[in-house]
């Protein structure tokens, strides 16, 4: 009898000890659990192929004082029109509609080692190898006639010597562009450095107003002015789509923009968008109070704004230097608008901003669900995902107007402002998970305050994020909330390494098993380049050697 009781107390001991095991395993080992499936950002519908294309007509060389003009309209489809390096073409170019589907090449006659290969970036280190087009007053340097088509340009300079200008490149019909069959199309700038002067007012460097044009490897800067925005590349009369890839983009006001004006095209949004391996920067040397001033007070906005856009990937990027002036600081915008009340159509829908480092900056990301002055479509479907956001001086999210479906998953934010500010609107179907921020606000603050999350966000998905500081009463359950951002885990912070290390605790945490936050080594791995842009010279390393 004595016997039994001891064997009954012992098992219910190791029962004890089994269930404790167990519960901590439990809270160790967090599995994958279902959720819901948000919607998609529908990808662009179109890629454009920008290899040169294989000459297949006559070679027409222009020397320097040669008759530029004359030889694009004696050129026909298949042609290309070689110009002297070095030299400068002076005046305002026309580029015409021709018969034929063949490119007409025009680049700088340089031998091949002299140029940057195909896939590099050109820098203005390489201008001596480049032929210059140069406006010398107010008009463009190139613009376009209706339904102009077919125009590569290899190895170009395009720049002014006048000290006041709207735009270097207008991609639009001239006399008024009001229909899809008058704009112009399949036009490149491959390895072209287009740029403004340091003092001069140049407000935009290409105007964007076409179909099927790409921007690859190429460099724009000096665009600014003291009264105004401007823009490196703005888009917002032409179809798409576009493809911007592994080029330098630098303007006082959005580096990059479309919408912003009124289209003139019934309907039109810019569409099938492709902004990859891009290095977006403002220089501090136009930064009042920095230590690199210039003295010049440039109106500074932000680095990258969708206003008029839809199926765009934003991918590969690195974004720095943003800080409020003439706009509050956010590096990057998605802010639907219609601008005069004449375009109810506008929308920003179908985005995907993936694989970026946005740093440096003011503010982070700020979305914006509905125009607050005029008509306009609800912005939505919408994925932030695996990008880094490091030293964000305010905001990390600002989410106002009434979104749908904003997906935020696998981020890593370092800001010293709130994570996540939102207005009383409603935004449905919002994901917001796997993300690491910091908290940076009182328990009484922003969403943490009692029921904000599901008044703001109604049935949304708020899920193993950490949120370090944070009140747990604040939020739903499922999430972390650490003390400070040295209990995250970060492999080596100091050294810019966000790597979660397998000791920290939301290694492996993820909804998906993932780490929690950034795929750190992707990130890394897919802007090694983009400072540099020498993707076919450059060794891969880190980023962080450049800040």
Not at 256 to 269: C, E, I, K, Q, R
Not at 374 to 383: A, E, G
Request: charged letters at 15%; hydrophobic letters at 40%; glycine letters at 10%.
């Amino acid at each position: 009898m004595f016997s039994s009781a001891r064997s009954i107390t012992t098992r219910a001991r190791l029962g004890v000890v089994v269930s404790a095991i167990v519960f901590t395993l439990a809270l160790w080992y967090r599995p994958p659990f279902a959720q819901p499936v948000p919607p998609l950002a529908s990808p662009p519908l179109a890629s454009l192929d920008t290899n040169p294309p294989p000459p297949a007509g006559q070679t027409l060389f222009v020397p320097a004082g040669g008759d530029l003009q004359g030889a694009i309209d004696r050129a026909r489809p298949g042609d290309v029109v070689t110009l002297q390096p070095g030299a400068a073409f002076v005046g305002n170019f026309l580029l015409p509609a021709k018969t034929g589907s063949d490119w007409i090449v025009i680049r700088s006659a340089a031998p091949d080692g002299k140029l940057p290969p195909p896939g590099s970036r050109v820098a203005p280190s390489d201008s001596a190898a480049l032929a210059k087009i140069v406006t010398p007053n107010a008009l463009p340097a190139i613009a376009t006639d209706a339904a102009a088509h077919h125009f590569h340009f290899i190895g170009v300079e395009i720049t002014t010597t006048h000290p006041a200008l709207e735009t270097l490149v207008r991609l639009e019909y001239r006399r008024g562009q009001d229909s899809l069959s008058q704009a112009p199309t399949d036009i490149i700038f491959d390895r072209c450095y287009i740029h403004g002067t340091a003092a001069g007012s140049v407000r935009r460097g290409i105007a964007l107003n076409s179909a099927r044009t790409a921007v690859i490897d190429s460099y724009l800067s000096d665009f600014h002015r003291m009264d105004g925005d401007s823009q490196a590349i703005m888009g917002w009369n032409g179809p798409g789509p576009f493809k911007i890839v592994n080029s330098y983009l630098e303007a006082a006001g959005e580096n990059l923009l479309f919408g912003g004006l009124d289209p003139a095209v019934p309907n039109l949004v810019p569409s099938d968008i492709e902004v990859r391996g891009n290095y977006f920067n403002k220089p501090l040397t136009w930064r009042a109070g920095h230590p690199n001033y210039a003295g010049r007070s440039w109106s500074v906005g932000g680095l990258l704004a969708l206003k008029n856009a839809q199926r765009a990937v934003i991918e590969d990027n690195v974004f720095e230097h943003a800080w409020a002036d003439a706009e509050n600081g956010f590096a990057v915008l998605f802010t639907v608008q219609n601008p005069n009340g004449v375009a109810p159509w506008s929308a920003v829908q179908d985005i995907t901003f993936r694989r970026n480092i946005v740093r440096h900056s003011g503010a982070g990301l700020n979305i914006r669900g509905q125009d607050g002055n005029f008509p306009s479509q609800q912005t939505r479907r919408i994925l932030i995902q695996d990008n880094l956001f490091k030293d964000i001086s305010g905001v990390l999210f600002q989410i106002v107007g009434g979104t749908a479906n904003v997906v935020i998953d696998h981020n890593t934010g370092l800001q010293s402002g709130s994570g996540i500010v939102a207005d009383a609107a409603a935004n449905t179907g919002f994901v917001y998970q796997n993300n690491i921020t910091l908290h940076n606000e009182p328990a009484t603050d922003g969403l943490a305050r009692e029921g904000a999350v599901n008044a703001r966000f109604p049935g949304q998905v708020f899920s193993r994020n950490v949120l370090t500081g944070a009140n747990p009463a604040g939020y739903p359950a499922e999430n972390f909330f650490p003390a400070a951002a040295g209990d995250i885990g970060f492999a080596n912070p100091a050294a810019g390494d966000y790597q979660l290390t397998p000791g920290s605790p939301y290694y492996n945490g993820g909804t998906d098993g993932a780490d929690v936050g950034v795929n750190f080594a992707a990130v890394l791995a897919s802007t090694a380049s983009v400072i540099d842009g020498r993707r076919n010279l450059y060794e891969a390393k880190s980023w962080r050697t450049t800040g």
